[in-house]
């Protein structure tokens, strides 16, 4: 089973930038599509960015495009999410995903992914 372990969250003030990494336990892995999705307080959890497996395409919330970046090193199993000119509706606990037969249909939906971190808090000041 694939374990995954989030880093990188912090408390920042709006405009900075922050890098959330996402370590992942199984060389299985590389062949996974690889998603961020944010749950702010009192809210579900939302698609925030995904990079698919085998074209290695990314795709991207509406409110977070032209700012995050999805990016994964299979060396490493790790994947990243660069996050630039952050606003304080960024606010909230990061969370992995990992898909390793997700359909493309599915890709912003939670349910479509089979294993999870436990989650890092982002945190954006005015």
């Known amino acids: 089973q694939v374990q995954l372990v989030e880093s990188g969250g912090g408390l920042v003030q709006a405009g900075d930038s922050l890098r959330l990494s996402c370590a992942a336990s199984?060389?299985?892995?590389?062949?996974?599509?690889m998603a961020w999705f944010l749950q702010a307080p009192g809210k579900e959890r939302e698609f925030v960015a995904a990079l698919w497996r085998n074209t290695g395409n990314t795709y991207y919330a509406d409110s977070v495009k032209g700012r995050f970046t999805i990016s994964r090193d299979n060396a490493k199993n790790t994947v990243y999410l660069q996050m630039d000119s952050l606003k304080p509706e960024d606010t909230g606990v990061y969370f992995c995903?990992?898909?390793?037969?997700?359909?493309?249909?599915?890709?912003?939906?939670?349910?479509?992914?089979?294993?999870w971190g436990q989650g890092t808090q982002v945190t954006v000041s005015s």
């Open positions: 199984d060389r299985t892995f590389s062949r996974s599509t």
């Open positions: 995903a990992a898909g390793p037969t997700i359909i493309l249909s599915n890709l912003f939906n939670p349910r479509g992914y089979n294993y």
